[in-house]
């Protein structure tokens, strides 16, 4: 079955950097990825997206400049460098996959209900 695996979260101060993984078992281009994040008492938000087809990108105006959504394909994986990290970006940081990206020219959703497959978090702790 399909599987997201995230690692990489962790626990910084203030204006340093982390660097999310997300290895994805059914990798392939017909796969938007997104990274999403939940902080306590808050709705899950979208972050960044890009499709693995063509590597086009897109992000939340909260994080343009700060964060880099990227791909590995030969090890089936998805990044987001966070750097210049502020205590609001503080949240449980989800990777999650549309297959139905290249039925529509590679165009990423921002809609969570987008998305049928996700890992199963980490958490990024700014201070």
């Known amino acids: 079955h399909v599987q997201l695996v995230e690692s990489g979260g962790g626990s910084v101060l203030a204006g340093g950097s982390l660097r999310l993984s997300c290895l994805f078992s059914?990798?392939?281009?017909?796969?938007?990825m997104g990274w999403f994040r939940q902080a306590p008492g808050k709705e899950r938000e979208g972050v960044a997206r890009?499709?693995?087809?063509?590597?086009?990108?897109y992000y939340d105006d909260s994080v343009k400049g700060r964060f880099t959504v990227s791909l590995d394909n030969a090890k089936k994986s998805v990044y987001l460098q966070m750097n210049n990290l502020k205590p609001e970006d503080t949240a449980m940081y989800y990777c999650?996959?549309?297959?139905?990206?290249?039925?529509?020219?590679?165009?990423?959703?921002?809609?969570?209900?987008?998305?049928?497959?996700w890992g199963q978090g980490t958490q990024v702790t700014v201070s």
């Open positions: 890009i499709y693995i087809g063509g590597g086009t990108t």
């Open positions: 059914a990798y392939n281009s017909n796969y938007c």
């Open positions: 999650a996959a549309d297959s139905g990206a290249r039925s529509r020219g590679g165009f990423c959703y921002e809609a969570l209900a987008e998305y049928e497959h």
